[in-house]
């Protein structure tokens, strides 16, 4: 059974800060990997998506890489701003399912200070 | 448009009452997916439609039923349900195609169990 962690649950940070967030998986066998943001009572944004054939992919200020033998995952956020605070969850998508069932970590809730 | 609209916004239902969800997205996806979330816990998938059929039902009590009438619309009636099943309840899509398989997340709809 797929399952996915993520490292910190919870992170406060000041503006401007670089800052990584990460995600692990116990099986490597997935299709490929989702970012996504939540904020508080809303529906999640998906930021990036990066392959299995993939090392990583670039939004704007955001960068995730993806170790699948290791099975790791890590978005990085350069120069965070107080618009960056939210929950952010890593969802893997297992290769052998013909569908879409995603896995999800807990996420980690970032703050932002001004 | 990458948008999935879902409405209402926000429901309050009594145990013995039938009230029914909506989701619709005009983005020509043919698989659509309904989540339950829990405060502070990541998305749980209930059911995946693709191509209007469903395709994966995640054991979930009959008192949820889901309808896709058309590859644009998702519904899911509610019946007889408990406090518990008090939670925010996501509609997503992505193309059926697992390399080109981003899910959108519509902004949910709060349900309230009284």
């Known amino acids: 059974k797929q399952e996915v962690t993520q490292i910190p649950a919870a992170l406060s940070v000041p503006e401007g800060e670089n800052l990584v967030l990460n995600c692990s998986f116990t099986?490597?066998?997935?299709?490929?990997l989702q970012w996504f943001r939540q904020d508080p009572g809303k529906g999640l944004t998906s930021l990036l998506l990066?392959?299995?054939?993939?090392r990583e992919q670039t939004s704007g200020r955001l960068n995730a890489s993806l170790d699948k033998s290791s099975g790791r995952s890590t978005l990085y956020i350069a120069a965070s701003q107080p618009g960056d605070s939210a929950t952010y969850l890593c969802?893997?998508?297992?290769?052998?399912?013909?569908?879409?069932?995603?896995?999800f970590g807990e996420g980690t809730q970032l703050t932002v200070n001004p | 448009d990458t948008e999935v609209t879902q409405t209402p916004k926000h429901l309050v239902m009594g145990m013995t009452n039938k009230k029914s969800l909506k989701c619709e997205q005009h983005?020509?996806?043919?698989?659509m997916y309904w989540y339950k979330q829990k405060a502070k816990k990541p998305p749980e998938l209930m059911f995946v439609?693709?191509?209007?059929?469903?395709?994966i039902n995640e054991s979930v009590p009959s008192r949820f039923s889901p309808e896709c009438p058309n590859s644009s619309l998702l519904n899911l009636h509610l019946h007889a349900l408990q406090p518990e099943d008090s939670a925010l309840y996501l509609c997503?899509?992505?193309?059926?195609?697992?390399?080109?398989?981003?899910?959108?997340f519509g902004a949910g709809t709060r349900l309230s169990v009284l």
């Open positions: 997503a899509s992505s193309q059926v195609y697992l390399a080109k398989n981003i899910q959108y």
């Open positions: 439609y693709s191509y209007e059929k469903l395709s």
């Open positions: 990066i392959q299995s054939s993939q």
């Open positions: 099986d490597s066998a997935i299709y490929n």
């Open positions: 983005m020509g996806h043919r698989a």
């Open positions: 969802a893997v998508r297992r290769r052998e399912t013909s569908g879409s069932r995603l896995t």
